[in-house]
């Protein structure tokens, strides 16, 4: 458990291949591949297929009931697949029962046993495994002392706060060395400011420890901060598995883009490879760029473009306010851009944003302006443009 | 963040649109949750308390009695004198324990087995487990003599394979299983609410750690009341 191995930075590049490194992690490859589950007569997990590497962190993200937890629940082997197989390490343990599973297990509720301390609900495991009672009670120590609760052990689960409680059930779920961390929805039942502090130390503790490790969320700021990388389900299938970047910034259908944050959607016709990114003509003589998600669409179909408002930049149209006020560098950057241009509509201060809404002939286009940059004003002609990798394109459903 | 709401400064308005009155909003008196409890459930306390707690109190009282008033302990060392007295004290003392034993071993499975039902089949099965209680104890009483009688479907059964049916009513066992009939209920429904009072989580958490379902080992001494229904022993 050597500190500091770690070398993911969440602003590398988004190639999602490079988690294998961290902690020299080598254990805990997860594959699922073609899960079906169907409860109480309705099939809640349609199809569900993903490989994770050793050491990585990897987030379900997705509303309330489209069966994150079922398929957690799979892996954890509390319940089993209609079809499909559970692979780890290459092993086939589909039809393995959980108490002969190497899974650590968070739950919503933590789970703590009441009738035993915080250290007996930490030894439980080892105890499971007949490891001898002074081992036990070192090892528990230990793990107590990994998640900060050094000296809590006689302490019984009433007596801890709610992120004492979900310490301990970390602690529970690590000491037993497990293939696999199973964290579903762990946060949900603290406050917001706790959530923050202890999702950012989870983290760093799965960086440390170097353990396989998939979280269910339904928030997507969690699962943005923490994740190596997101699958974004919906009704029982993956819509996208990628890099928080990427699932940001280039949604590849309606719902990741929705669900995850706010977007501008915009309709056009594709119109051809450019050096970056991929041209789309909107109306009919505007032309924008986009990545496309997946294979690149054929000239002249219909497409649709996912565009951020934090992505969007207002640019002022180069001759119509040739100096006054603006930098020569937008200038520049307006020239080498293709954009959207339109009209001003409305500019709503947010505090630390400004969004500015622009009308176009694509509909409305939201922007969210960055602190200190300067508002145009009502009824000013500008240009939207972003950065071609900053927006997807997609087939149009 | 979103733009905080301004709050508003001045006096709020009564709905009438007229300024508050002075002194209108006295602040209330403090009131303990126990005191507004106890209120509302005085008329209950007051009808149990002329009607049943009152007439025990007389009872107790008229025992250290003679009929003309005199203290006296006389009606005590009559009935622990009697021998007769005493077999009916204690087979009633161990008709009770056999009854509690047997709601126990029917009515323990009865609840786990409900926890796990949506709230319409546990609706349904309270229903039925209530409905001993909703009949007459005399039809009750004669339900059991057709069951359990000479030639009632029990013995039926017997004689269709060939044996010869065992007498069935007039003795304890027909009591006890009466009287387990009516009494599962009261079995049942504590021991429910204290099962849902268990996080559903704690039997995958454990099973999750290694515990293979139904193994019972020593572990360490009892010390929740809930341990003997808990998953993790
Ligand atoms: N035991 C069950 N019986 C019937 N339906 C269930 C059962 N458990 C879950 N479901 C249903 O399956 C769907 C997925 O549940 P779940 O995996 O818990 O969703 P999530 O964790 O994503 O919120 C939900 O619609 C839920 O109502
Ligand atoms: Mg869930």
């Known amino acids: ?397 | 963040m979103a733009a905080t709401a301004r709050v508003a400064d001045g006096p709020a308005l009564s709905p009438d649109g007229s300024a508050p009155a002075p002194g209108v909003s006295r602040p209330v008196k403090e009131r303990g949750p126990w005191r507004t409890g106890l209120l509302l459930a005085s008329p209950a306390i007051a009808v149990l308390a002329l009607l049943f707690i009152a007439p025990l109190f007389m009872l107790v009282y008229n025992s250290f009695r003679t009929q003309a008033g005199d203290p006296t302990l006389h009606n005590y060392t009559r009935f622990l004198g009697d021998s007769f007295y005493r077999d009916v004290l204690w087979h009633t003392l161990w008709i009770g324990a056999l009854t509690t034993l047997g709601c126990l071993v029917v009515g323990y499975p009865f609840a786990v087995y409900l926890r796990g039902r949506s709230p319409r089949a546990r609706n349904y099965l309270s229903l039925v487990l209530l409905s001993p209680l909703l009949i007459s104890m005399v039809t009750r009483a004669y339900g059991w003599l057709v069951l359990l009688g000479p030639k009632g479907p029990i013995a039926d059964g017997f004689h269709a394979v060939g044996l010869e049916a065992p007498k069935m009513l007039y003795d304890d066992t027909a009591v006890v299983v009466g009287m387990v009939h009516v009494m599962l209920a009261y079995m049942v429904l504590p021991l429910m609410g204290s099962l849902d009072r268990i996080d559903p989580a704690l039997t995958p958490a454990a099973k999750g750690l290694g515990r293979a379902a139904g193994r019972v080992s020593g572990g360490s001494p009892s010390r929740c009341p809930c341990r003997g229904c808990s998953p993790v022993r």
């Open chain 1, 1 to 397: 458990m050597t500190a500091g191995t770690d070398t993911v930075g969440k602003e590398s590049a988004p190639t999602g291949a490079d988690t294998a490194t961290r902690a020299g992690s080598t254990r805990g490859r997860l594959v699922l591949k073609g899960i079906h589950k169907a409860l109480g007569g309705k099939e809640v997990v349609r199809g569900i297929d993903l490989t994770m590497e050793p050491g990585e962190f990897l987030t379900l993200l997705g509303p309330s009931g489209c069966g994150k937890s079922t398929t957690l629940n799979m892996v954890a082997g509390h319940l089993l697949p209609d079809s499909g197989v559970v692979e780890v390490d290459g092993r086939d343990i589909t039809r393995l029962p959980a108490n002969r599973r190497a899974m650590g297990m968070v739950f919503q509720s933590y789970a703590l046993f009441p009738h035993m301390t915080v250290a007996e609900n930490i030894a439980f495991g080892l105890r499971m495994r007949k490891v001898g009672a002074a081992q036990r009670r070192r090892r528990a120590a230990e793990a107590l002392e990994l998640v900060g609760l050094d000296g809590m052990g006689e302490r019984y689960p009433r007596q801890l706060s709610g992120g004492q409680r979900q310490r301990t059930a970390l602690a529970r779920a690590l000491i037993v060395e497990p293939d696999l961390l199973l964290l579903d929805e762990p946060f949900s039942n603290l406050d917001a400011q706790l959530r923050v502090r202890l999702r950012e130390e989870v983290a760093a503790l799965q960086r440390r420890v170097g353990t396989t490790t998939i979280l269910v969320t339904h928030d997507q700021d969690e699962a943005l901060a923490v994740s190596d990388r997101i699958a974004v389900m919906a009704e029982g299938t993956i819509h996208q598995l990628d890099v928080p970047e990427t699932v940001y910034l280039r949604p590849a259908t309606d719902f990741v883009a929705q669900f995850v944050g706010e977007v501008n959607v915009l309709d056009g016709i594709a119109a051809g490879a450019a050096a970056d990114g991929h041209r789309c003509r909107i109306g009919d003589t505007h032309l924008v760029r986009a990545t496309p998600v997946g294979t690149a669409p054929g000239d002249g179909e219909a497409v649709r473009l996912y565009v951020r408002p934090e992505a969007v930049r207002v640019l002022a149209v180069p001759q119509a306010v040739p100096e006054k006020g603006r930098s020569a560098s937008t200038a520049d950057r307006t020239a080498a851009e293709p954009g959207l241009p339109g009209t001003v509509e409305a500019t709503r201060f947010l505090g630390t944003r400004v969004r500015c809404v622009v009308a176009t002939a694509a509909g409305r286009v939201e922007a969210t302006l960055p602190f200190g940059s300067e508002v145009p004003g009502l009824g000013e002609e500008v240009i939207c443009a972003w950065q071609p990798q900053h927006a997807s394109l997609t087939a149009r459903p």
